[in-house]
C-alpha cells in the first residue's frame, strides 16, 4: 500500500509587530509609600534605581485583567478581529493559578476562542521569548495572527522589608499583535539561558515550603542586584550586539532602544556599553511605572510611541533579561 | 604584568573617580567603599568590572563583597596579577 504525503503547513515569509497595547496598575504609588519598612527614603531609591513612583494594580484588579485591557487595544489598533488571532501567548511569572493558563482565560475574554492559548515562564525576557514564537508561528503557518501579552501583578509577590528588589516592582500589562509582513519586521532571535545562576534572582522560598508552614510567609521576591547588575549589563550587552548583527544593522540604525526596565542604573550603563548614540530614543518607562517583568518591554514600546509618534516604522532593539537566568533579544519594525 | 600597590592604587583611584566623581586623591589606603566614599553597590560593581579589564585579573562576584576597603581591593588585584 502507498503511503500519501502529509501535508505540511507554510505561513508569510515576513513577520512584524503590527500594534501594542497597555494597561497600567491603577494606583500611582510614590517612594514615599513604601520606604518607610525598607528605612530607607526617596533619595536613596531614586539614586540607586531611577524609580520615582511605580503603578500597581489595586486589589480587585488581576494581572488577567490587565492582560485583558492591553489585548484590546493592541485588537483594536491592529484593526483585526479577535476571530483572526490564532494563538495567545501570555509571558507571566503572576497567573494566580498553576494551572489552567492565564492565555486561555484571556483569549475567552477577548473573544479570540478557540485560539490556542498558553503561558510562558521566562521572567523578565517573558515577552521576547513571545516575539520569537510569535514570529516562527506565522512563519510556520500555525497561525496567522499571533497575541503576544507581557502581564504581571508582581505587587502580590512584593514583601514591603525586602531591599533587595520589591520596592522596584510595578503592575501593568503590554500586549502587540505580531502578524504577516511585506519586508522583515523581526530580526532572528538571540536567545538562550544561564541556569548557573538559576538563585541569583527568583522567590526566596518555594511554595511548598510556605504552604507545610503556616505561620511562614507567602513566597515573595528578591535578588542578588550585585550578580544581576554585572550580567544584566555586560553580558547582555554582547547578546545585544549579537543581535544587532544577525539583523544585518548597527546601534546607529535604530531609532529607540527598549531593554527591559529593570532598574535605571543598568539601563543607563547598558547603553553605554552599547554605544547606543544620542540619536537613539531609550525607553525609561521605570522611572514611573517601575519593573514589570514581563510586561516591561511592550509596556515601554507603547510608551516611546505615545512620546515619539514618528518613530513608527523604524527600528527597535528590545531585549528580556531576568530569572533563570533567561535572556532574549531582537530588532524589530515599531508599529 | 604585576603592578606595585601604589600603581594599582592610582589606576583604582581614577575608576572610582570616571564611575562616582569622588576625587582621586580620597582614595587612599585605609579607606572604606560604603562607608567612607559613599559608594553604593551597583557603582562599586561598575568599578570592578572595569578594574577587571584594566588590569587583566578576573574578580568573581562572590568576591566582591569582600572587597570592603581600598585595601582589600588593591590587595586582591595585585594578589591575583602576580
Known amino acids: ?335 | 604584568m604585576a603592578q606595585s600597590k601604589d600603581e594599582v592604587l592610582a589606576g583604582l583611584a581614577a575608576l572610582v573617580n570616571d564611575e562616582t566623581g569622588v576625587p582621586a586623591e580620597s582614595v587612599v589606603f585605609g579607606k572604606s567603599f560604603a562607608d567612607d566614599l559613599d559608594i553604593d553597590s551597583i557603582s562599586m560593581m561598575t568599578i570592578v568590572v572595569n578594574a577587571e579589564e584594566q588590569f587583566g585579573v578576573k574578580i568573581p562576584d562572590d568576591k566582591v563583597s569582600e572587597l570592603k576597603t581600598v585595601d582589600d581591593a588593591v590587595n586582591y588585584i595585585v594578589s591575583a596579577q602576580s
Open chain 1, 1 to 335: 500500500m502507498t503511503q500519501p504525503n502529509l501535508h505540511q503547513a507554510a505561513g508569510s515569509p515576513f513577520t512584524r509587530i503590527i500594534a501594542v497595547g497597555a494597561a497600567r496598575g491603577d494606583l500611582n504609588v510614590p517612594n514615599d509609600d513604601i520606604v518607610g519598612p525598607i528605612e530607607s527614603s526617596d533619595e536613596w531609591i531614586r539614586q540607586r534605581t531611577g524609580v520615582i513612583s511605580r503603578t500597581r494594580a489595586s486589589a480587585s484588579v488581576s494581572a488577567a485583567d490587565l492582560a485583558t485591557s492591553a489585548a484590546n487595544e493592541a485588537i483594536a489598533t491592529a484593526k483585526i478581529s479577535a476571530s483572526d488571532i490564532g494563538a495567545v501567548i501570555i509571558a507571566t511569572i503572576s497567573n494566580d493559578v498553576l494551572t489552567p493558563s492565564m492565555a486561555a482565560l484571556v483569549a475567552d475574554r477577548i473573544g479570540a476562542t478557540p485560539a490556542a492559548a498558553y503561558d510562558i515562564s521566562a521572567a523578565c525576557a517573558g515577552f521576547c521569548y513571545g516575539i520569537a514564537q510569535a514570529d516562527a508561528l506565522v512563519r510556520a503557518g500555525a497561525a496567522t495572527y499571533v497575541l503576544v501579552i507581557g502581564a504581571e501583578k508582581l505587587s502580590d509577590y512584593a514583601k514591603p522589608t525586602d531591599r533587595t528588589i520589591s520596592f522596584l516592582l510595578g503592575d501593568g500589562a503590554g500586549a502587540v499583535i505580531v502578524g504577516p509582513a511585506d519586508s522583515v519586521g523581526i530580526s532572528p532571535t538571540i536567545w538562550g539561558s544561564d541556569g548557573g545562576k538559576w538563585d541569583a534572582v527568583g522567590m526566596d522560598r518555594p511554595t511548598r515550603e510556605a504552604f507545610d508552614d503556616r505561620d511562614g510567609e507567602f513566597p515573595t521576591l528578591r535578588q542578588d542586584g550585585q550578580t544581576v547588575f554585572r550580567w544584566a549589563v555586560w553580558e547582555m550587552a554582547k547578546v545585544a550586539q549579537e543581535a544587532l548583527e544577525a539583523a544585518g544593522i548597527t546601534a546607529a540604525d535604530l531609532a529607540a532602544f527598549i531593554p527591559h526596565q529593570a532598574n535605571m542604573r543598568i539601563i543607563n550603563e547598558f547603553a553605554k556599553q552599547l554605544n547606543v548614540p544620542d540619536s537613539v530614543v531609550i525607553a525609561r518607562d521605570i522611572e514611573t511605572t517601575g519593573n514589570t517583568s514581563a510586561a516591561s518591554v511592550p509596556l515601554a514600546m507603547h510608551r516611546v510611541l505615545a512620546e515619539n509618534p514618528e518613530l513608527s516604522g523604524g527600528y527597535a532593539l528590545i531585549i528580556g533579561f531576568g530569572a533563570g537566568l533567561v535572556y532574549a533579544a531582537q530588532i524589530v519594525r515599531l508599529p
